[in-house]
């Protein structure tokens, strides 16, 4: 088992930067991948980034590749998203997620573990 909770949303104004953060509990976090996920209102949750917990790959949605950066540290049990650049239609609800798997981790439904969310709103 493992319990998640986000931090770091909040109001930005678009071209600004924010850090998202999400703490683990539960043991060995270092063998679960990691992803971050965000839903629009009316709108089902989409692949944000992920990393695999067996190579560190990471993954990006197209339209925050160059933008948004994820990275962990397994010793203090956490997952950071780095959002640069933000753009109004980044507005959303974030969410981080683990699995123990490390196959298709664009998919939500592969994720058995979620945080609470956090609101992410970008202004113009």
């Known amino acids: 088992q493992v319990q998640l909770v986000e931090s770091g949303g909040g109001l930005v104004q678009a071209g600004g930067s924010l850090r998202l953060s999400c703490v683990a509990a539960?043991?060995?976090?270092?063998?679960?991948?990691v992803g971050w996920f965000r839903q629009f209102p009316g709108k089902e949750r989409e692949f944000v980034s992920a990393?695999?917990?067996?190579?560190?790959?990471?993954y990006y949605a197209d339209s925050v590749k160059g933008r948004f950066t994820i990275s962990r540290d397994n010793d203090k049990k956490t997952v950071i998203l780095q959002m640069n650049s933000l753009k109004t239609e980044d507005t959303a609800v974030y969410y981080c997620?683990?699995?123990?798997?490390?196959?298709?981790?664009?998919?939500?439904?592969?994720?058995?573990?979620w945080g609470q969310g956090t609101q992410v709103t970008v202004s113009s």
């Open positions: 539960g043991r060995l976090f270092g063998t679960y991948s």
């Open positions: 997620a683990a699995d123990a798997g490390w196959e298709r981790l664009t998919d939500p439904r592969e994720f058995d573990y």
């Open positions: 990393m695999s917990w067996t190579n560190g790959n990471t």
